[in-house]
């Protein structure tokens, strides 16, 4: 006997079954308390009250069912703009890459089926049945590219709250983040004219910042391996200025020469 096919609406069809789910009652009533407790922590928000949001955010969060990945995403995005608001640069980090996982679990993945061919036909998709039978399959097709269009603009949202926060934060990896999430931003076609302007301006800032922290952070590593060495080559009467390392113009790679000295 064959298995019923899973949910299409699930993120991931092999584990999404097994999360226990509320009875649609429950559920309800948990959504509205979370969105409650919500839209008393935006007001927290406007008036400036970042930490006091930010508490209110948690309380929503906790009213939420958790394998509501979309209301969770934007309650986490909306901790880590608070967290932009008081500089607090690496929790703002945290709180927006929950978001985007979140989010990333509801994306469909790529997959060959009438959807994927009608991409290539320009779009057009074949309603099959007729009647009412028609006009319900096309509501869940508007549905779902309104779903669609939500979660891609709260992605936004979020990679521009997390690129914003590791460009601050600073450092090698961080700013090589921040310029990995802006250049994602610029792919979005939908990305607000402002946005637009703000990710152009950062992928034009960001290249020299990257270099001169790379520069200065292996400067930094080769100064303790060079402690390092000298602890380790003293006993043999030897130091790491019996070592030259020769950079490569053109590779950027390191050669070493050993010089017996004095």
Request: proline fraction near 5%.
């Amino acid at each position: 006997m064959a298995l019923p096919d899973p949910s299409p609406d699930l993120p991931d069809e092999s584990e999404a079954s097994l999360v226990p789910r509320f009875s649609q009652e429950e559920e309800a009533a948990l959504l509205q308390e979370s969105n409650a407790q919500k839209s008393t922590a935006n007001k927290f928000f406007t008036s400036s009250q970042y930490s006091q949001a930010i508490g209110e955010y948690d309380k929503a969060l906790s009213s939420c069912p958790n394998y509501l990945e979309y209301e969770i995403a934007v309650l986490k995005s909306n901790i880590a703009a608070c967290h932009l608001k008081l500089e607090d640069w690496k929790a703002a980090v945290e709180s927006a890459t929950t978001a985007l996982d979140a989010l990333d679990r509801l994306l469909p993945k790529k997959k060959e089926n009438k959807e994927d061919d009608a991409e290539k036909d320009g779009g057009v998709v074949e309603i099959e049945g007729e009647g009412a039978e028609a006009e319900e399959e096309l509501k869940k097709l508007e549905m779902s590219d309104q779903r669609r269009d939500d979660i891609l603009r709260i992605r936004s949202k979020a990679l521009m709250r997390r690129a914003k926060a590791n460009s601050e934060q600073g450092g090698w990896g961080n700013l090589q983040g921040a310029e990995d999430d802006y250049k994602a931003l610029a792919q979005l076609p939908t990305l607000p004219p402002q946005d637009q302007k703000i990710v152009q301006a950062a992928l034009r800032s960001l290249p020299p910042r990257i270099n001169t922290a790379k520069e200065r952070e292996m400067g930094d590593m080769m100064g303790k391996l060079k402690e390092l060495g000298n602890g380790i080559l003293k006993p043999f009467g030897l130091s790491t200025d019996n070592f030259k390392m020769d950079k490569d113009p053109n590779t950027g790679s390191y050669s070493m020469n050993f010089n017996q000295g004095r």
